[in-house]
């Protein structure tokens, strides 16, 4: 689909939007039976017409004639661009533009063979989805996650919808797809103290072997975590939210963050954990001598990714490892060379497997709103805050911290953005859009 050329980012909703499943699990299910991402969220592409006009490109594109949006490539003021929703979903194509990749596909999988390889396109790029699932399924001869594949640990906003549903589109049960209603039931024990949590989005009560997880930049995680939040919570924040950069986003955000920690910044379980560096015999330790009333005291989505990446075997990073084409990334942990995560996949599933289907996207015409440089003018306070409950995930993972402002309280400063957009909101460019067209669709995973 559309290049893509700026920052990485995406989001959920409470203690569970994404984790709403049972009501928009059937939406997805029914829409796409195999095709898309989380576990309900987004998908689909068209095109923006010339008719939004001069004042709502500007918006999009800024000033400039020919102009790169963070979200992928926007024509001219006068002409049409073209693209809405990405391929993949909107978590793993921040990742891939971090890459400086392009994010190629369509809707039939002749069309989508430039992006996936020679060796894929050789041998599959002739089958339509469900020969190719039919294939699978026949050469996988009944294997499944934990008995004769690699398990998948779905840590959310990380791109575990796109996993789930490229698994699914090889006749494999993952993360939300091992729901009853879905596939087989999960080949792991929850740890019992990750009170409240879905399924799904529950960490492991020990290490699981040949699993395998994604992580994310803390702060970009918990930008997307917000947008996905709220596109789901009535209200009309979503809609009022400025494209680009402005203060009201950043306030907006500042108080999301500072709501969704307040839990883990006072719970001793989590400072237990914390002490004990995440790893699972000292997790183990923490949740057999802190008392029962101490909880994480916070939803699955804020929860440290260390958490779960400890019952991992491998930790890809989201931002060097999710792409179409086989390649080589750093293990999150050690920096060492191993498969991207299409390249394990495909290794260690079937050589069927692909990520490039159209997934829980933001429209490519659409400047989405700028968040990351927000934590720049948090309150020192709030800044701290995160930078405690997240420290293992940024010295573990290898992720730079961001250091809070010398002077107290907030300060964002719109009027020295470049991509400051005033005047313009979500919901007002939701209206230019032609028919059918939103800024932000809604789907779900794939699943068998």
């Keep these: 689909m559309t290049t893509r050329a700026d920052d990485v980012e995406r989001a959920d909703a409470i203690a569970g939007a994404r984790e709403t499943a049972p009501l928009l699990d059937v939406i997805a299910h029914d829409a796409h039976d195999g095709d898309d991402e989380d576990a309900h969220h987004h998908h689909h592409r068209k095109v923006l017409r010339a008719k939004i006009g001069v004042v709502s490109a500007l918006a999009l594109v800024g000033a400039g004639a020919l102009c790169a ?47 996936l390889g020679d060796a894929w396109v050789d041998r599959f790029g002739k089958l339509n989805e469900g020969e190719i699932k039919e294939l699978a399924r026949k050469d996988l001869a009944g294997k499944r996650e934990g008995f004769g594949l690699p398990v998948f640990l779905h840590l959310p906003k990380n791109g575990g919808t796109a996993i789930e549903t490229a698994l699914g589109h090889v006749g494999v049960a993952a993360g939300f797809c091992h729901l009853p209603k879905y596939g087989p039931a999960r080949p792991y024990r929850l740890r019992r103290r990750a009170v409240g949590f879905e399924e799904w989005h529950t960490p492991p009560a020990e290490h699981v072997p040949d699993s395998w997880t994604i992580v994310r930049n803390p702060y970009k995680r918990a930008a997307s975590d917000f947008i996905w939040s709220i596109r789901l919570t009535p209200g009309g924040i979503f809609d009022a939210l400025n494209p680009g950069y402005s203060n ?18 006072a719970s001793d379980l989590r400072k237990c954990y914390q002490e004990k560096r995440y790893t699972m015999q000292g997790m183990g330790e923490c949740d057999a001598t802190v008392p029962e009333s101490s909880h994480l005291d916070c939803g699955s989505h804020a929860l440290p990714q260390s958490v779960m990446a400890a019952a991992a075997d491998r930790v890809f990073k989201l931002e060097t490892c999710f792409d179409p084409q086989p390649g080589k ?68 993972f290898r992720y730079v911290r961001k250091q809070p402002k010398s002077t107290p309280g907030s300060g964002f400063d719109e009027q020295s953005r470049p991509n400051h957009r005033p005047g313009q909101n979500l919901g007002s460019l939701q209206r230019l859009l032609p028919p059918g067209e939103v800024v932000q669709d809604v789907s779900g995973p794939g699943c068998l």
């Design 69 to 115: 949006t963070a979200f992928g490539t926007v024509s001219s003021l006068g002409g049409a661009s073209t693209g809405a929703t990405s391929s993949i979903d909107g978590d793993a194509l921040d990742a891939r533009a971090s890459l400086g990749q392009a994010a190629s596909g369509a809707g039939v999988v002749d069309d989508r063979a430039a992006g």
């Design 248 to 265: 009201f986003n950043c306030e907006r955000f500042q108080d999301f963050v500072k709501d969704s920690i307040k839990g883990l910044v």
């Design 329 to 396: 990334c750093g293990d999150a942990r050690n920096g060492n060379q191993m498969d991207n995560i299409v390249g394990f996949m495909r290794a260690h599933y079937h050589p069927a497997a692909r990520l490039d289907q159209s997934i829980n996207a933001w429209n490519h015409n659409i400047e989405k709103p700028d968040l990351e440089p927000c934590f720049e003018g948090f309150d020192p306070d709030v800044l701290r805050d995160f930078n405690d409950v997240y420290a293992n995930d940024l010295e573990q």
